[in-house]
């Protein structure tokens, strides 16, 4: 009997840490390009708050290519400027950029920051805002395509190329809140939350701040859904 109960327990922690090592490893895919880069239409540098995550990049074999070797500090919920060249002045190209979040190795359509809906010219310059609960190390992805607009992180599209880079996401000192969330999430400050904004039905949100969280007029928390205040700051 004491044998048996032994096994099961055994059998029990193999599967949780199987799950845990799965959960731990992300496995992004692997975005598709008919033509690709080879005329021209991709990646030549890529610079965020003052941080160049490429340079002189070239096209990239299947137009696709993971730097990791630079990462940019930013904030969560804060707004920073970036610049894009490409490899051929006279091509413009369409622009779209996500950033993962959540870290659960998908770029999910909420998880679009940018997207040009009219093809741009070089050096183009933009402004992307950092997600509100994004924390840690996170991988972000930029497309380029040639001749349509490159709605999803993954498909194939026929000429352009795609670049990933690793943002290093800081908890901020403080974060306001104005428009309404969705979804599930959490929402980091080191001191102070402000909010005056809707928590949409269906959503499941919370706010955790390290001294307090301020709910101002024209805050809602809609029938069926989740909200949790927390002072107890930034994760480790």
């Known amino acids: 009997m004491q044998s048996n109960i032994l096994k099961i327990l055994f059998l029990q922690v193999a599967f949780f840490v199987f799950i845990n090592q799965k959960s731990a490893a992300q496995s992004y895919c692997t975005p598709i390009y008919s033509d690709g880069c080879g005329f021209d239409d991709g990646i030549s540098s890529f610079t965020i708050n003052g941080t160049t995550l490429s340079t002189n990049s070239g096209c990239s074999t299947g137009a696709f290519q993971f730097y990791s070797s630079n990462t940019a500090s930013v904030y969560a919920g804060q707004s920073y400027n970036f610049s ?37 010219t070089e050096p183009y310059n933009g402004n992307i805002t ?36 690793l943002l290093n996401v800081s908890c901020p000192y403080s974060q306001t809140f104005t428009q309404a969330h969705n979804g599930t999430a959490t929402m980091y400050a080191s001191s102070l939350i402000t909010a005056s904004n809707i928590i949409s039905t269906g959503a499941n949100i919370t706010y955790n701040a390290g001294a307090s969280i301020i709910i101002q007029p024209g805050f809602l928390a809609e029938s069926g859904s989740v909200f949790l205040g927390k002072i107890s700051g930034c994760p480790n």
């Open 84 to 120: 894009v060249n490409f490899i051929n002045a006279i091509n413009d190209e369409y622009v779209s950029i996500w950033i993962d979040a959540d870290k659960d190795g998908l770029f999910d359509m909420s998880e679009l920051v940018l997207q040009t809906n009219t093809p741009v």
């Open 130 to 165: 950092i997600p509100a609960n994004a924390s840690g190390t996170l991988r972000m992805r930029i497309r380029v395509s040639f001749e349509n607009i490159a709605t999803d992180p993954c498909s194939e599209y026929r000429w352009g190329e795609t670049e990933d880079y």
